[in-house]
Nanobody, 118 residues
Framework: VQLQASGGGLVQVGGSLKLSCAVS????????MGWYRQTPGEQRELVAT???????RYGDSVKGRFAISRDHDNNTAELQMNSLKPEDTAVYYC?????????????WGQGTLVTVSS
C-alpha cells in the first residue's frame, strides 16, 4: 500500500489551497483517512481526519477554515484549505488506516510542503 500526496505549494495569506491524497495497492480496505502537519522542531499535529461513516475531526486551529473530503470509490482524500495564515506553513502528511487481511496499520504519505507568505 502506498499513499501519494500532492497539491502543496506557495500561497499568500488569505488564499486557498487544496491537497490531495491517493491510496494505491492491492487487497486492502481503508478505515479512515486524514491529514497531519509538522513544522521543524515541533510534533506532528492533527489537521483533519474522516472516518468511513463520514464523521470528521479537525484540529482546533483549522476549524471553520479547512474541510476534508473523501472519495471512497477512488481511495482518495482531499483537504480544502481556506483563509490560510502564516502559521499554517508546514509539511502536510496524508495518513490512512488500512486493513490488509487481518492486520490494521497506519500508513503515511511522503509529505507535501505548504508555505503561506505574508
Amino acid at each position: 500500500v502506498q499513499l501519494q500526496a500532492s497539491g502543496g505549494g506557495l500561497v499568500q495569506v488569505g488564499g486557498s489551497l487544496k491537497l490531495s491524497c491517493a491510496v494505491s495497492g492491492r487487497d486492502f480496505s481503508i478505515h479512515g483517512m486524514g491529514w497531519y502537519r509538522q513544522t521543524p522542531g515541533e510534533q506532528r499535529e492533527l489537521v483533519a481526519t474522516m472516518a468511513n461513516d463520514g464523521s470528521a475531526r479537525y484540529g482546533d486551529s483549522v476549524k471553520g477554515r479547512f474541510a476534508i473530503s473523501r472519495d471512497h470509490d477512488n481511495n482518495t482524500a482531499e483537504l480544502q484549505m481556506n483563509s490560510l495564515k502564516p502559521e499554517d506553513t508546514a509539511v502536510y502528511y496524508c495518513t490512512a488506516d488500512i486493513r490488509e487481511g487481518i492486520y490494521y496499520d497506519d500508513y503515511w504519505g511522503q509529505g507535501t510542503l505548504v508555505t503561506v507568505s505574508s
